[in-house]
């Protein structure tokens, strides 16, 4: 593990994770289940969410459309974690932007179908009740 050295503290020593570890460790701590974290556990979770936040970039732009521009997008992202496998539980996470327009067009939509599946429900009600 010696040599899998990421960067250097303020001091100048060397580091094996970039991640604050403080932060990590309030995230750990913010779950009821967890009463103390061992130093080993902090530093390899944190080790752990440094590979798969490197995974899922490296995976995001080699597969993405900036690729050609060499620039890693929020879209980028959002598409991997919509049509990849190993990455579709993160889709609420990384939703697809859309416009505010599309998504009160959506909403208008649904609430017109919706109107129109209680219309058809209330209609064959109407018409049960004549026989």
């Known amino acids: 593990m010696a040599d899998a050295v990421v960067g250097k503290d303020k001091c100048g020593e060397q580091r094996l994770v970039s991640l604050p570890l403080s932060r990590i460790r309030v995230i750990m701590k913010s779950s009821p ?3 103390s974290i061992n130093q080993e556990a902090l530093v390899l979770t944190a080790k752990a969410t440094e590979l798969f936040v490197q995974y ?3 995976y995001s732009y080699r597969h ?3 690729k050609e521009k060499k620039v890693l997008t929020y879209s980028d992202l959002a598409n991997t974690a919509e049509k990849s496998e190993t990455f579709q539980f993160l889709t609420d996470i990384l939703p697809k932007k859309i416009l505010a327009s599309k998504y ?6 649904e609430k017109r179908e919706e109107d129109e599946e209680n ?6 009600d109407h018409d049960e009740a004549e026989s």
């Open 64 to 66: 993405g459309s900036g």
């Open 33 to 35: 289940e967890v009463s």
């Open 56 to 58: 899922l970039a490296t």
């Open 104 to 109: 009160l067009k959506m909403l208008k939509e």
């Open 119 to 124: 219309d058809n429900d209330n209609e064959s």
